[in-house]
């Protein structure tokens, strides 16, 4: 049976990779910074090892120091739960990708699965055209919580690519905007503030029947990438030798308008209503391209967005992750 551990499954991408892996047949080890999971793991045949922050070499110690056929990591801080302080950036990704591959190369493993964010070109947003997986990178040079988190995204890339040279480590490396699917925490931070995610926040306002607002200019297009097409990503580059960055888009480009719509759609309860605001910001159009996901890795979407939005409202009643994700916000309870 094949061997996999996947780091940071205590969030939603890593937690989400852990059970693809699972029903794909893997042996799967899921590695946590929290200390406890609640016993989901265990619950679903999964080794949970706690405790570890890819940051201090001397935590990997409680991990099984064995050949892997695939480490995922998706471990490392995020501008969505953190503040502009850029030194958990540096520690978490840079410094974690150095320890995480030097790890590897103690127990003989070469396969790593890596994630990297948009804003590593962010000179060609808002482009109609799709961005290249290729495109030469950048960063967001007007600072914002997303600039030293680039950076540090980027250079963990460079190592990837440089350790491929230099020790035969097989890099798969995924770049994706945010991964929509059911979470009991709907909050994230902005440039260190706390705030509700725009889109729960439009299904919290179609459950309780209040007013849905629409701003800006409606038709700018989104990538709406579901969690579970992202975990088939993980599993397609588990399963391939292929090395490099793939975009990861969504089903198709869908404008705000449809987005909307849709969740207005599958989340009103009859009594919410739904008014457009185009006097207020609109909001930023990344489009990337899929063909090489498509034509080298053997990866696209098959979510629509309506699909998602019936499994996300499916999982939000069942909450299928609350040992350790926790209880149902009365917010989002559907009755």
């Given at each position: 049976?094949?061997?996999?551990?996947?780091?940071?499954?205590?969030?939603?991408?890593?937690?989400?990779?852990?059970?693809?892996?699972?029903?794909?047949?893997?042996?799967?080890?899921?590695?946590?910074?929290?200390?406890?999971?609640?016993?989901?793991?265990?619950?679903?045949?999964?080794?949970?090892?706690?405790?570890v922050?890819?940051?201090?070499?001397?935590?990997?110690?409680?991990?099984?120091?064995?050949?892997?056929?695939?480490?995922?990591?998706?471990?490392?801080?995020?501008?969505?739960?953190?503040?502009?302080?850029?030194?958990?950036?540096?520690?978490?990704?840079?410094?974690?990708?150095?320890?995480?591959?030097?790890?590897?190369k103690?127990?003989?493993?070469?396969?790593?699965?890596?994630?990297?964010?948009?804003?590593?070109?962010y000179?060609?947003?808002?482009?109609?055209?799709?961005?290249?997986?290729?495109?030469?990178?950048?960063?967001?040079?007007?600072?914002?919580?997303?600039?030293?988190y680039?950076?540090?995204?980027?250079?963990?890339?460079?190592?990837?690519?440089?350790?491929?040279?230099?020790?035969?480590?097989k890099?798969?490396?995924?770049?994706?905007?945010?991964?929509?699917?059911?979470?009991?925490?709907?909050?994230?931070?902005?440039n260190?503030?706390?705030?509700?995610?725009?889109?729960?926040?439009?299904?919290?306002?179609?459950?309780?029947?209040?007013?849905?607002?629409?701003?800006?200019?409606?038709?700018?297009?989104?990538?709406?990438?579901?969690?579970?097409?992202?975990?088939?990503?993980?599993?397609?580059?588990?399963?391939s030798?292929?090395?490099?960055?793939?975009?990861?888009?969504?089903?198709?480009?869908?404008?705000?308008?449809?987005?909307?719509?849709?969740?207005?759609?599958?989340?009103?309860n009859?009594?919410?209503?739904?008014?457009?605001?185009?006097?207020?910001?609109?909001?930023?159009?990344?489009?990337l391209?899929?063909?090489?996901?498509?034509?080298?890795?053997?990866?696209?979407?098959?979510?629509?967005?309506?699909?998602?939005?019936?499994?996300?409202?499916?999982?939000?009643?069942?909450?299928?992750?609350?040992?350790?994700?926790?209880?149902?916000?009365?917010?989002?309870?559907?009755?």
């Amino acid at each position: 049976m094949k061997k996999a551990i996947v780091f940071g499954a205590t969030g939603q991408l890593g937690c989400y990779s852990a059970l693809a892996l699972k029903d794909e047949g893997y042996d799967v080890v899921a590695v946590g910074r929290r200390k406890d999971d609640g016993g989901f793991f265990s619950s679903k045949g999964i080794e949970f090892v706690g405790g570890v922050t890819l940051e201090d070499f001397a935590s990997f110690n409680v991990i099984p120091n064995q050949y892997y056929d695939v480490v995922v990591n998706m471990a490392g801080t995020m501008p969505a739960h953190a503040d502009n302080d850029p030194m958990p950036y540096v520690k978490s990704i840079c410094v974690g990708i150095v320890n995480l591959t030097t790890w590897m190369k103690q127990n003989g493993s070469k396969r790593i699965i890596f994630n990297t964010t948009p804003s590593d070109v962010y000179d060609l947003w808002d482009s109609v055209e799709p961005i290249d997986d290729d495109a030469d990178r950048s960063f967001p040079k007007t600072g914002g919580d997303h600039a030293v988190y680039a950076i540090c995204k980027r250079a963990a890339t460079d190592i990837l690519e440089h350790l491929s040279i230099t020790d035969g480590i097989k890099p798969c490396v995924f770049r994706h905007l945010m991964v929509y699917g059911w979470h009991p925490d709907a909050v994230y931070y902005l440039n260190g503030e706390k705030r509700i995610l725009p889109w729960r926040s439009m299904i919290r306002k179609c459950i309780a029947g209040d007013t849905l607002e629409v701003y800006g200019d409606v038709s700018r297009k989104k990538e709406l990438l579901y969690i579970k097409d992202f975990a088939r990503a993980v599993v397609i580059a588990a399963n391939s030798d292929v090395c490099g960055i793939f975009n990861l888009p969504g089903y198709k480009p869908y404008t705000l308008d449809e987005m909307t719509q849709t969740i207005f759609e599958v989340f009103s309860n009859g009594k919410a209503k739904k008014i457009y605001r185009p006097d207020m910001p609109d909001t930023p159009q990344i489009l990337l391209s899929g063909k090489k996901s498509k034509e080298v890795l053997g990866w696209e979407p098959i979510w629509t967005w309506h699909e998602a939005c019936l499994d996300i409202k499916k999982e939000s009643i069942e909450n299928p992750v609350e040992l350790m994700w926790g209880e149902t916000d009365p917010l989002d309870k559907i009755n």
